[in-house]
T-cell receptor, first 111, second 112 residues
Framework: NAGVTQTPKFQVLKTGQSMTLQCAQDMNHEYMSWYRQDPGMGLRLIHYSVGAGITDQGEVPNGYNVSRSTTEDFPLRLLSAAPSQTSVYFC??????????FGSGTRLTVV | GENVEQHPSTLSVQEGDSAVIKCTYSDSASNYFPWYKQELGKRPQLIIDIRSNVGEKKDQRIAVTLNKTAKHFSLHITETQPEDSAVYFCAAREVGANNLFFGTGTRLTVIP
């Protein structure tokens, strides 16, 4: 039981490049979310999913896309990276009865 | 959406003293309030949580209280130890989509 697995752990992108952050969970949780964490701002919700095939926007969705084709996977795509997207990204999953379990995070730098 | 405010942003205490962190939330329908501890470079880890039908919950040196009428909840750490030093986040879960909304964090430093 690996919990929530995020890859990569570190990434440097040039402005305008695109990339996908991977997230997978093996707990059969229906809810999955992506957060970004910036100094002094806590964790802010980017996108979330309440089940396979269902996604919706969170507080700060601009510049990001998600999809949920299976219960296990919830990738986050940066369409055209900007320096403002430099941040630490966390994926999380939960069920109605459980608290959130976070992945280990991806530290992204956009230059 | 839900708005969670957290105070103080930094807190220093002497080892053995108590620490209290306070949060308020805006959506009276929120029904679940977890607290997370995050050490430098690590993921947030759940340390205690409380549901809206309970007023207080304790787990060894950690306790959380909830006042639904005032829409605020607090984390209490007694007999603090240096390993309690970390950033602590409160959160509130909205009804429906199960989303958590976080406070901006409290950096707790326990001075030996």
């Amino acid at each position: 039981n690996a919990g929530v697995t995020q890859t990569p752990k570190f990434q440097v992108l040039k402005t305008g490049q695109s990339m996908t952050l991977q997230c997978a969970q093996d707990m059969n949780h229906e809810y999955m979310s992506w957060y970004r964490q910036d100094p002094g701002m806590g964790l802010r919700l980017i996108h979330y999913s309440v089940g396979a095939g269902i996604t919706d926007q969170g507080e700060v969705p601009n510049g990001y896309n998600v999809s949920r084709s299976t219960t296990e996977d919830f990738p986050l795509r940066l369409l055209s990276a900007a320096p403002s997207q430099t941040s630490v990204y966390f994926c999380a999953s939960s069920s109605r009865q459980s608290g959130y379990t976070f992945g280990s995070g991806t530290r992204l730098t956009v230059v | 959406g839900e708005n969670v405010e957290q105070h103080p942003s930094t807190l220093s205490v002497q080892e053995g003293d108590s620490a209290v962190i306070k949060c308020t939330y805006s959506d009276s329908a929120s029904n679940y309030f977890p607290w997370y501890k995050q050490e430098l470079g690590k993921r947030p880890q759940l340390i205690i949580d409380i549901r809206s039908n309970v007023g207080e919950k304790k787990d060894q040196r950690i306790a959380v209280t909830l006042n639904k009428t005032a829409k605020h909840f607090s984390l209490h750490i007694t007999e603090t130890q240096p390993e309690d030093s970390a950033v602590y986040f409160c959160a509130a879960r909205e009804v429906g989509a199960n989303n958590l909304f976080f406070g901006t964090g409290t950096r707790l430093t326990v001075i030996p």
